[in-house]
C-alpha cells in the first residue's frame, strides 16, 4: 500500500517577535488552502521562549494531506473530495482506501482491498477466550481497547513500523478484525453466542450481521440498515487533528506498533467531550423526554455557568457553523424514521432542542451547532444498536481515518517523537528533611 504524502507548505513571509532586546523573524508558512502558521520551529533556540496553549486552540501539531475542514464554512473534505459527494457516490470500503492511500480506488483496487479485507475478519480463536474474562456488564470501548491492543500480542510478526509489508497486513487486520471485535463485544454484553463473520456479505452487512444473527436463527440484513450504516461510517472516517487521533499520531511517534496506537486512539475517543457524546447525547434527549419533554429547562441549564451540565451533541472546536456532517445525518434520520414507520419522541425531542438552541442568544454568540454526534444516536437506536455500542460505532468509522494518519506521521521527512514542552509552575528547589525530623 503506497501513499502519496504531500506535506509541501509554501513560504508566506515572516513575523517579527520582540521581546526586550531580542528580536526574531519567524516563518510563515502556507497549505494549499491557504491557511497560515508560524513555523516556531527555531523560537527556542533563539530565544528561550516556548510557546503556551492549553487544548492547542490555536496550534498545529503537524503539516497533513489527508483531511481539509473548514469551520467557519462548515466545509469538510477527504483527499479533496467533499464528504457530500462522498457520501452520496462511495462506501465505506472505498472511503477507506481513499484516505489510507490518497487516491480513490479502481475498480480491480476496490476488488482486490475487499478481498484482503474479506479474507483477515476472524479473530484467533484464542482471544475469544479474553472475552470470558471482562464483567458481563463491561462497557463495550473498553473491551474494544484491550482486544484490539492484544492484536499486538498475536501478530508479533508484524509489528515492525517501517517494514511496508508487516504495515499493510496490519492494516488489514485491524479493517477487518474491529468489526468482529466490536460485534463479539455486544454478544458477550446479552449473553449470546458469538456469530462468526460471514465473507459473502459486504462490510456493513456482515457486521450487523455478526450483531443480530444467532446460531438458533439466521439474521437477514434490513438493506436501509446497511445504506445508513455504510454513511454513518463514511461521516465519521476523518476529522484532520481531532482528540483521538492525535493520541494515534502520539503514540505512533514513539515507533509503538499500529495496534498499540489504535488502542490508544479508541480509549481517547471514549470520552464524552469526543467520540462519547453520541452516547452521551442519546442519555441527555432520553433525560429531556422523561422530563416531560421541557428543553428549555435543559437548554437554560447548559447556558448556566454554576452546571456543568452541557449539551451533549452540540459545539466544536473547529466548527463555528453547522457540521456539514451532522447535516447529511439527519437527513439520513429523516429517511430511515420515515421507512420504517418509526415515530421516535427522541428524534422530537432533538429537532425542537435544536430549534430552541439555534435561537438562543448564548448559542448564537458561541457558534454552538449541532455536531456529528447529535443526530446519529437517533439513527442507531432505530437499527437497534444499544446505547454503549454508539462510540463503539464511531470507532469503527474513525480506523481508517486514524490509520491515514498513522502512516502520514510515519512517512514524514524528518518526523520526530511527539514531546511538548510546559511552564513549570510547582514549588521551587528545597531541601527534603528525612522523615524521623519531620
Ligand atoms: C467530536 O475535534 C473533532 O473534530 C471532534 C469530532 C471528530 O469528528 O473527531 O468532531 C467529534 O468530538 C464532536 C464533539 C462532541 N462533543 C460534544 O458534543 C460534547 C459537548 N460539546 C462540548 O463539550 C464542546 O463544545 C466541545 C468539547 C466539543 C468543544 O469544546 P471547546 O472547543 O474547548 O469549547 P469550549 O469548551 O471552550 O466552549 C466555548 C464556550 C464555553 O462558554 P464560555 O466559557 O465561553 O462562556 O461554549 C460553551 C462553553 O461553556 N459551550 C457549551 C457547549 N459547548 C461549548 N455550552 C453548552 N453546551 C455545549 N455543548
Same mark, same amino acid.
Given at each position: 500500500?503506497?501513499?502519496?504524502?504531500?506535506l509541501?507548505t509554501q513560504d508566506a513571509g515572516t513575523v517579527r517577535l520582540t521581546y526586550g532586546d531580542q528580536e526574531i523573524e519567524l516563518p510563515v508558512v502556507e497549505g494549499?488552502?491557504?491557511e497560515r502558521g508560524i513555523d516556531i520551529s527555531a523560537l527556542r533556540g533563539s530565544t528561550g521562549l516556548v510557546t503556551l496553549d492549553e487544548g492547542f486552540v490555536n496550534t498545529g501539531s503537524t503539516r497533513?494531506?489527508?483531511?481539509?475542514?473548514?469551520?467557519?464554512?462548515?466545509?469538510?473534505?477527504?483527499?479533496?473530495?467533499?464528504?457530500?459527494?462522498?457520501?452520496?457516490?462511495?462506501?465505506?470500503?472505498?472511503?477507506?482506501?481513499?484516505?489510507?492511500?490518497?487516491?480513490?480506488?479502481?475498480?480491480?483496487?476496490?476488488?482486490?482491498?475487499?478481498?484482503?479485507?474479506?479474507?483477515?475478519?476472524?479473530?484467533?480463536?484464542?482471544?475469544?477466550?479474553?472475552?470470558?474474562?471482562?464483567?458481563?456488564?463491561?462497557?463495550?470501548?473498553?473491551?474494544?481497547?484491550?482486544?484490539?491492543?492484544?492484536?499486538?500480542?498475536?501478530?508479533?510478526?508484524?509489528?515492525?513500523?517501517?517494514?511496508?509489508?508487516?504495515?499493510?497486513?496490519?492494516?488489514?487486520?485491524?479493517?477487518?478484525?474491529?468489526?468482529?471485535?466490536?460485534?463479539?463485544?455486544?454478544?458477550?454484553?446479552?449473553?449470546?453466542?458469538?456469530?462468526?463473520?460471514?465473507?459473502?456479505?459486504?462490510?456493513?452487512?456482515?457486521?450487523?450481521?455478526?450483531?443480530?444473527?444467532?446460531? /438458533?436463527?439466521?439474521?437477514?440484513? !434490513? $438493506?436501509? *440498515?446497511?445504506? =445508513?450504516?455504510? %454513511?454513518?461510517?463514511?461521516?465519521?472516517? @476523518?476529522?484532520?487533528q481531532?482528540?483521538?487521533?492525535?493520541?494515534?499520531?502520539m503514540?505512533?511517534s514513539?515507533?509503538?506498533?499500529?495496534?498499540?496506537?489504535?488502542?490508544?486512539?479508541?480509549?481517547?475517543?471514549?470520552?464524552?467531550?469526543?467520540?462519547?457524546?453520541?452516547?452521551?447525547?442519546?442519555?441527555?434527549?432520553?433525560?429531556?423526554?422523561?422530563?416531560?419533554?421541557?428543553?428549555?429547562?435543559?437548554?437554560?441549564?447548559?447556558?448556566?455557568?454554576?452546571?456543568?451540565?452541557?449539551?451533549?451533541?452540540?459545539?466544536?472546536?473547529?466548527?463555528?457553523?453547522?457540521?456539514?456532517?451532522?447535516?447529511?445525518?439527519?437527513?439520513?434520520?429523516?429517511?430511515?424514521? /420515515?421507512?420504517?414507520?418509526?415515530? !421516535? $419522541?427522541? *428524534?422530537?425531542? =432533538?429537532?425542537? %432542542?435544536?430549534?430552541?438552541?439555534?435561537? @438562543?442568544?448564548?448559542?448564537?454568540?458561541?457558534?454552538?451547532?449541532?455536531?456529528?454526534?447529535?443526530?446519529?444516536?437517533?439513527?442507531?437506536?432505530?437499527?437497534?444498536?444499544?446505547?454503549?455500542?454508539?462510540?463503539?460505532?464511531?470507532?469503527?468509522?474513525?480506523?481508517?481515518?486514524?490509520?491515514?494518519?498513522?502512516?502520514?506521521?510515519?512517512?514524514t521527512p524528518g518526523k520526530r517523537i511527539y514531546r511538548p514542552r510546559q511552564i513549570y509552575t510547582g514549588q521551587n528547589e528545597?531541601?527534603?528533611?528525612?522523615?524521623?525530623?519531620?
Amino acid at each position: 500500500m503506497s501513499s502519496s504524502v504531500n506535506l509541501e507548505t509554501q513560504d508566506a513571509g515572516t513575523v517579527r517577535l520582540t521581546y526586550g532586546d531580542q528580536e526574531i523573524e519567524l516563518p510563515v508558512v502556507e497549505g494549499s488552502e491557504g491557511e497560515r502558521g508560524i513555523d516556531i520551529s527555531a523560537l527556542r533556540g533563539s530565544t528561550g521562549l516556548v510557546t503556551l496553549d492549553e487544548g492547542f486552540v490555536n496550534t498545529g501539531s503537524t503539516r497533513s494531506a489527508v483531511t481539509f475542514l473548514d469551520g467557519e464554512k462548515g466545509i469538510l473534505r477527504y483527499r479533496g473530495y467533499p464528504i457530500e459527494d462522498l457520501a452520496a457516490h462511495c462506501d465505506f470500503v472505498e472511503v477507506a482506501y481513499l484516505l489510507i492511500h490518497g487516491e480513490l480506488p479502481s475498480p480491480a483496487e476496490a476488488a482486490n482491498f475487499r478481498s484482503g479485507i474479506r479474507h483477515h475478519t476472524m479473530i484467533h480463536e484464542d482471544m475469544r477466550s479474553f472475552y470470558n474474562g471482562f464483567p458481563r456488564d463491561a462497557h463495550p470501548m473498553a473491551i474494544l481497547s484491550s482486544v484490539v491492543g492484544a492484536l499486538s500480542t498475536f501478530y508479533q510478526d508484524s509489528m515492525q513500523v517501517d517494514d511496508p509489508d508487516q504495515v499493510e497486513i496490519s492494516i488489514y487486520r485491524l479493517l477487518a478484525k474491529l468489526p468482529t471485535i466490536a460485534a463479539y463485544a455486544y454478544k458477550k454484553s446479552i449473553g449470546q453466542p458469538f456469530m462468526y463473520p460471514n465473507n459473502d456479505l459486504d462490510y456493513c452487512e456482515n457486521f450487523l450481521h455478526m450483531m443480530f444473527a444467532t446460531p /438458533a436463527h439466521d439474521h437477514l440484513v !434490513d $438493506p436501509d *440498515f446497511a445504506e =445508513a450504516l455504510n %454513511l454513518l461510517l463514511i461521516v465519521h472516517a @476523518d476529522h484532520e487533528q481531532n482528540c483521538s487521533t492525535s493520541t494515534v499520531r502520539m503514540v505512533g511517534s514513539s515507533n509503538a506498533n499500529l495496534f498499540a496506537s489504535i488502542s490508544a486512539g479508541i480509549g481517547a475517543l471514549w470520552g464524552p467531550l469526543h467520540g462519547g457524546a453520541n452516547e452521551a447525547c442519546v442519555n441527555m434527549l432520553e433525560q429531556i423526554a422523561a422530563d416531560g419533554g421541557n428543553v428549555k429547562k435543559y437548554v437554560d441549564m447548559a447556558k448556566d455557568k454554576n452546571s456543568s451540565f452541557r449539551l451533549m451533541g452540540f459545539g466544536h472546536r473547529v466548527y463555528k457553523n453547522f457540521d456539514p456532517r451532522a447535516q447529511i445525518i439527519r437527513a439520513c434520520c429523516d429517511k430511515l424514521l /420515515a421507512k420504517l414507520n418509526i415515530d !421516535d $419522541p427522541l *428524534f422530537h425531542v =432533538a429537532q425542537e %432542542l435544536q430549534d430552541v438552541a439555534l435561537e @438562543d442568544e448564548y448559542f448564537v454568540e458561541r457558534k454552538l451547532y449541532p455536531n456529528v454526534d447529535f443526530y446519529s444516536g437517533v439513527i442507531y437506536r432505530a437499527m437497534g444498536i444499544p446505547v454503549q455500542m454508539f462510540t463503539v460505532l464511531f470507532s469503527l468509522g474513525r480506523l481508517p481515518g486514524w490509520i491515514a494518519h498513522w502512516k502520514e506521521l510515519h512517512a514524514t521527512p524528518g518526523k520526530r517523537i511527539y514531546r511538548p514542552r510546559q511552564i513549570y509552575t510547582g514549588q521551587n528547589e528545597r531541601t527534603v528533611v528525612p522523615i524521623e525530623n519531620r
